[in-house]
């Protein structure tokens, strides 16, 4: 796990050299030197300018990070505001999304509904018969043969 952010701050530090001075200027020095203290340098990684930065192959957490710094450092109040009302939206969706795939009621319901159809399928009784019936069930059949 800590190879994978050493490379994504190797990357990340890539990718800031190809922003304006301002720009970046506008990150904490704090975390410029973090980024460059935990970096892997033996990681390969060389941006292209002449690429979409879609297509520059930043591994998952490279994309976090410098979508953290956008947000902190870059974006305009109005960007933020609109950035946290999409991440509002988002949480909501996922919420509604995890209330129907864990809907209590539902869960039990089928489940029970399954559970009840495979053993009248089968037979069975709900009832699960003591271990005692079934001896005397057994004896009382090998009498009767």
Known sequence: MEQEYEDAY?????V?????????????KKIISLFENY???KNSFQYNAG?????????????IIL???YRSCWAT??????IAKREKQRLKYIDIEKRKKYNVNEI???KNEKFIK?????????????????????ILHVKKE
């Not at 190797?10 to 890539?14: A, I, P, Q, Y």
């Not at 109040?77 to 609109?82: F, G, L, M, V, Y």
């Open 10 to 14: 190797n990357e990340v530090l890539e």
């Open 16 to 28: 800031l050299k190809y922003i304006p001075k301002e720009d970046y200027e506008k990150i904490p």
């Open 39 to 41: 970096r892997n340098e």
């Open 51 to 63: 690429v979409s930065f879609d297509k520059q192959g930043l591994s998952q957490n490279a994309k």
């Open 67 to 69: 979508s953290i710094i």
């Open 77 to 82: 109040e109005k960007e933020k505001n609109d």
């Open 108 to 110: 039990f319901n089928n």
């Open 118 to 138: 495979g053993l009248q399928e089968n037979n069975y009784s709900i009832v699960k018969e003591k271990w005692y019936h079934k001896l005397i069930r057994r």
